[in-house]
């Protein structure tokens, strides 16, 4: 029995090994060298980084466009899985299709393509233009933090509706029914029954999407440029202007990587604290 189990260890340990030597090349050696690099001055560069004002803007910026864009995300994808968890398996997974295509874009992409579709010269902003609007008004939101924020929305709704999706349609809808025979409306019933035994995905979804919102970059280069200041621009600035200055480059990566690993750290804790205690046999 011991020498079966020993086999089964030695399998996983083999199996595993490939993930393990992908990790750590490509995440986790990166990475020492990043901060490596961030402490080759001496640590004078987060230093620099600290009393650079630009610096404070650009976090200021990246906290705000990362708790706005995911709570936005957070409640049309929590609606829209709603509206799926509804639906017939087939109709499900044909807009499924559809809701996940933004995933396989590039942020570059993306973001011509708002510029496209509610730029200047935008097919909707010429829309508009047609009863009234603006142009230059209508067409200079997508360039402002809203507007960024706006377009982030577009990748981070199909990640809300993939996490909550799955809880939605095994939820037993019966325990709706059983709160509204006992007197309870359907929006309370809703509340009190459903939305409690969905925090854990909530909680997820905000802080994947935050993490990502965080670290998102073609998007932001291409929309706003420098017009709006958030961390992965002030980092790019770092490295793109003339008399770069990298150890402070690295410095910042060394900060974002840090508050994106700080969310993450959250919704694991949540969920794993939401999850049922095993039973004894």
């Not at 579709?117 to 609007?133: D, K, N, P």
């Not at 603006?134 to 993939?162: K, N, T």
């Not at 999706?165 to 309370?188: E, H, V, Y």
């Not at 035994?197 to 905000?206: N, R, T």
């Amino acid at each position: 029995m011991k020498i079966m189990v020993g086999r089964h260890k030695s399998t996983l340990l083999w199996l595993a090994l490939p993930a393990t030597v992908f990790l750590g090349a490509f995440f986790i050696l990166p990475l020492v060298f990043v901060v490596a690099d961030s402490l080759s001055d001496g640590g004078s560069a987060y230093g620099r980084v600290a009393s650079d004002p630009v610096f404070w803007a650009g976090l200021r910026g990246s906290l705000v466009i990362g708790l706005a864009a995911p709570l936005f995300s957070l409640i049309v994808g929590y609606f829209v899985s709603l509206h799926l968890s509804q639906k017939s398996e087939r109709f499900r997974s044909a807009l499924m299709f559809l809701i996940s295509l933004p995933l396989t874009f590039s942020g570059l992409i993306i973001a011509y393509g708002f510029i496209l579709t509610f730029g200047r010269a935008g097919f909707v902003t010429m829309l508009l233009a047609e009863v009234g609007a603006e142009p230059s008004v209508v067409g200079g939101f997508i360039f402002s933090p809203i507007g960024l924020g706006f377009a982030y929305s577009y990748y981070l709704i199909p990640r809300v509706v993939m996490i909550l999706l799955p809880p939605l349609i095994n939820f037993d809808r019966s325990q709706i029914q059983a709160a509204k025979t006992m007197g309870a409306s359907g929006f309370r019933a809703h509340v009190d029954v459903l939305v409690p035994q969905l925090v854990p995905g909530f909680v997820s979804a905000f802080c994947l999407t935050s993490a990502v919102a965080f670290g998102a970059y073609g998007t932001a280069l291409a929309l706003v440029g420098t017009q709006v200041n958030i961390l992965p621009l002030v980092l790019y600035s770092k490295i793109a202007e003339t008399g770069s200055d990298l150890p402070a480059a690295s410095a910042i990566s060394v900060v974002l990587m840090s508050i994106c690993v700080l969310v993450i750290s959250v919704a694991e804790t949540v969920t794993t604290e939401k999850k049922p205690a095993r039973m004894d046999a």
